[in-house]
């Protein structure tokens, strides 16, 4: 199914399809805890950015792996290119409106990133499990 998304102030909109029930990483690194962003990972091809391109600015840290976008207005980070799967995309559970039916938090230990484990498969295009 396709769940619309969008930044605060609507400059940024786009839908990604995952299924009624999906599972988010809530991970305690230093940006994710003070920005409160909960992880929906999925593959690029599983996401569509329908408005607001020029609307977002890009924000980087550590190795520079990770993009992290906001908009430039309202400064809300809807979704962003990850460290752990630079072939997907990290969408904000929070900016989805409605809210998956289903929704399930993992813990990930991003504190302590070499030795949480890898995240690689959630943006893999093949079935899970």
């Not at 909960?38 to 329908?50: A, E, N, T, Y």
């Not at 190795?63 to 908009?71: E, P, S, V």
């Not at 460290?83 to 993992?106: F, K, M, T, Y």
């Amino acid at each position: 199914m396709l769940h619309q998304g969008r930044c605060h102030c609507g400059a940024v909109r786009f839908e990604v399809e995952a299924g009624e029930r999906v599972t988010v990483i809530d991970c305690n690194c230093s940006i994710c805890a003070m920005t409160g962003f909960r992880h929906m990972i999925v593959p690029q091809s599983r996401f569509r950015l329908l408005a607001g391109k020029d609307a977002l600015a890009t924000y980087t840290f550590n190795t520079g792996t990770a993009k992290h976008l906001f908009c430039k207005t309202c400064g809300v980070k809807p979704y962003y290119v990850p460290r752990s799967n630079p072939d997907g995309i990290d969408v904000n559970l929070r900016c989805l409106d409605p809210q998956p039916a289903e929704i399930v938090v993992e813990a990930f230990d991003g504190r302590n990133w070499d030795a949480a484990g890898s995240l690689a498969h959630l943006s893999s295009d093949r079935p899970q499990g």
